[in-house]
């Protein structure tokens, strides 16, 4: 498998060495572009279909993760490169394929393209699966507790749910809302088995409501109300899992 990729590094002793290094070692890596600092990355990011970014840590006027922050949901995979260990963890909440240290080992290098090139085939294997959404509509119905009782909703009339701290907004496909002091947990529990999906730790959707998927690192959703939802990526294969 080819991957598009970039680096991203301030220092180009760095980056010639890292792109020597590809050159010879993983011939399947395909240098797009270099870029020296934030900015310069987010016009390569915008302006290019990338698979991988070889990503430094430190540079001038922002770090990576400011560059994550400001690229937000993304298509391609990351592989930090940098001289300090201590960023490991902050690297791995931003969905970090791989951390190479400097300098690079060649070995560690390789791993952690091929390890990239398992994800995306894996990926591109998942989204291969993916059929149009189902048609069928779900039956069954969920009660709400109030005050002086509970009311009782269709679950095919739901279209997904909210979280709000330890309560739950339900969205309607008749454009009405429902607050609930339950949490969104509560409602996981409760619709389980009924084709509603946690796609996001502040969303349940009605499966049977999304009318298109667009691809990302997670993605997001299209509701048949027009609603745009995130999809987190850890999240990403439950969701498709629901098309094969």
Do not use: W
């Not at 791993?111 to 039956?139: C, F, G, R, S």
């Not at 049977?208 to 999240?235: D, F, P, W």
Request: aromatic share 10%; with cysteine; hydrophobic share 40%.
């Amino acid at each position: 498998m080819k991957l598009n990729a970039i680096i991203v590094e301030d220092e180009k002793t760095s980056r010639d060495i890292l792109k020597n290094y590809l050159a010879k070692y993983c011939p399947n890596v395909n240098i797009l572009g270099e870029a020296a600092n934030v900015e310069e990355a987010l016009v390569l990011i915008r302006n290019n279909d990338l698979d991988l970014v070889f990503l430094d840590v430190e540079m001038p006027y922002g770090n990576a993760f400011d560059l994550l922050d400001k690229v937000g949901d993304r298509t391609f995979e990351t592989v930090f490169v940098t001289a300090y260990n201590y960023y490991a963890i902050d690297a791995l909440n931003a969905h970090a394929s791989y951390y190479l240290m400097k300098p690079i080992s060649i070995d560690e290098l390789i791993k952690a393209v091929d390890y990239v090139v398992e994800i995306k085939t894996k990926e591109d294997a998942l989204q291969d699966e993916v059929l149009v959404p189902k048609t069928n509509t779900v039956n069954g119905k969920i009660t709400i507790p109030q005050q002086d009782g509970f009311e009782v909703l269709e679950t095919a009339n739901i279209l997904y749910c909210k979280a709000d701290d330890n309560y739950t907004e339900i969205y309607l496909n008749n454009n009405k809302k429902k607050l609930v002091s339950k949490t969104l947990k509560y409602f996981e529990e409760a619709l389980n088995g009924s084709g509603f999906a946690r796609v996001h730790k502040s969303y349940l959707i009605n499966v049977n409501e999304i009318t298109k998927y667009v691809k990302g690192k997670g993605g997001h959703v299209v509701l048949s109300s027009g609603k745009e939802i995130l999809v987190s990526a850890s999240r990403k294969a439950d969701l498709l899992s629901y098309f094969k």
